[in-house]
Every structure is written in structure tokens, then in C-alpha cells.
């Protein structure tokens, strides 16, 4: 009964590297999201999904690509880290039946920093 | 911003009194959620709420809405130290066939045994 599965747990990168997140969901939910959470902030969409081979543009995408190749699987890209970038990541999902209840499942989070 | 306002910000309460938390939203919505994260992990759904509903109830929780006033509450009764978490409201609005789901700044609740 895994649900949603990021990995790594946790990372550290320098100025400039490069990373990609990954998100695994088990349930056959059409839609993925990454969101960053910061201090203060509460979550910030990054990017969407709203099924395989389809993404979208949330709230604060910048320096972020996604990838949804397969439906179980939401990759996220940094070309570039900066230290801005330095959050918490979170990817959900959900299954977004009927009357769009946008019941969203989460995973237990990706620490980055970026020195 | 459709975003959700959360009050109290953080609420100490002793173990066995009820906490009450508050959202305030800014346009209509279709929907509003609750969600608890515990320290380190990632967000859990609590309970829904549709915008034609007053209140309801799942074990010790009880969210009211309030349309008119753009409210909502979120009331955990008989606390516990387990409660411990911090609390989301988030709010739902439907655009076309898709779904829109944002999330407030988050209420700390620290239930002292």
C-alpha cells in the first residue's frame, strides 16, 4: 500500500547543478502535481499533470521542467539550481472523479538545499 | 488570490479541550478542504466540505461553512497529543473540466498532554 513514493528523501546540490525529482503513484490517478513548500508560504504549485504525457504550468514554474511519460510516474527538473530553490518538495496526486472532488494524496517529501 | 487564510496562526491548547481553526476565502468556491501534515511528512486529507453544505462531521472533527461570510471552521474535539500537527484549508474551484486546489499558509496546533 505504497500511494504516492518520492525520491530522494533528501538532497544537497551546489550552484548551478542539475536534479531530477521523481514521484510514483500507485493508485491509477490521472492527476500529479509538485508543489514547493516554504517557510511562511504554505504550498506553492510548481507544475501539473492532468494525465500521461500531458503538463501544466502552476503558480511558480520558473527553473522547474516536469515530464509525465508514464501515467504512474511526475519527474521534476531543476537545469540549474539556484539557491532559492532551496524547499521542500512535495508531489500528489488524485484521482479527480465526479464532481471534480480534487482529493489529493500526498508523498512524504523531498528536502533540497542548494548551497 | 483564491487563496485560503488560515487563523489562528498557531494554537497551544491542553489535551482533552477542543481547537477550533478558522479559513477565510476571498471569491466562491465549489468546495473546501482540510488537510493535517504531521512534522516532516507529507499533507493528509482530513475531510471535504461542498459549498451547498453547512457542516459535517467525520469521528472528532466537525467543519462548518459559511458561503455568505466566505468562512469556514475546522473543530477537533476532546484534543489529543497525537493532534499535534499543522492544519491546511484548501480551497476548490472548478475551471472547465479541471479542478483548482490552493492551499492556505497553515495553522500550528500544539496539543500539550
Known amino acids: 500500500n505504497a500511494g504516492v513514493t518520492q525520491t530522494p528523501k533528501f538532497r544537497v546540490l551546489k550552484t548551478g547543478q542539475s536534479m531530477t525529482l521523481l514521484c510514483a503513484q500507485d493508485?491509477?490517478?490521472?492527476?500529479m502535481y509538485w508543489y514547493r513548500q516554504d517557510p511562511g508560504m504554505g504550498l506553492r504549485l510548481i507544475h501539473y499533470?492532468?494525465?500521461?504525457?500531458?503538463?501544466a504550468k502552476g503558480e511558480v514554474p520558473d527553473g522547474y521542467n516536469v515530464s509525465r511519460l508514464k501515467k504512474q510516474n511526475f519527474l521534476l527538473g531543476l537545469e540549474s539550481a539556484a539557491p532559492s530553490q532551496t524547499s521542500v518538495y512535495f508531489c500528489?496526486?488524485?484521482?479527480?472523479?465526479?464532481?471534480?472532488?480534487?482529493?489529493?494524496?500526498f508523498g512524504a517529501g523531498t528536502r533540497l538545499s542548494v548551497l | 488570490s483564491q487563496q485560503g487564510e488560515e487563523d489562528p496562526q498557531a494554537l497551544s491548547i491542553q489535551e482533552g479541550e477542543n481547537a477550533t481553526m478558522n479559513c477565510s476565502y476571498k471569491t466562491s468556491i465549489n468546495n473546501l478542504q482540510w488537510y493535517r501534515q504531521n512534522s516532516g511528512r507529507g499533507l493528509v486529507h482530513l475531510i471535504l466540505i461542498r459549498s451547498n453544505e453547512r457542516e459535517k462531521h467525520s469521528g472528532r472533527l466537525r467543519v462548518t461553512l459559511d458561503t455568505s461570510k466566505k468562512s469556514s471552521s475546522l473543530l477537533i474535539t476532546a484534543s489529543r497529543a497525537a493532534d499535534t500537527a499543522s492544519y491546511f484549508c484548501a480551497t476548490e474551484y472548478y475551471t472547465g473540466a479541471n479542478s483548482k486546489l490552493t492551499f492556505g499558509k497553515g495553522i500550528t496546533l500544539s496539543v500539550r498532554p
Open positions: 500528489a496526486s488524485s484521482i479527480l472523479a465526479g464532481l471534480a472532488k480534487n482529493i489529493q494524496y
Open positions: 493508485m491509477n490517478h490521472e492527476y
Open positions: 499533470s492532468v494525465g500521461e504525457g500531458t503538463t
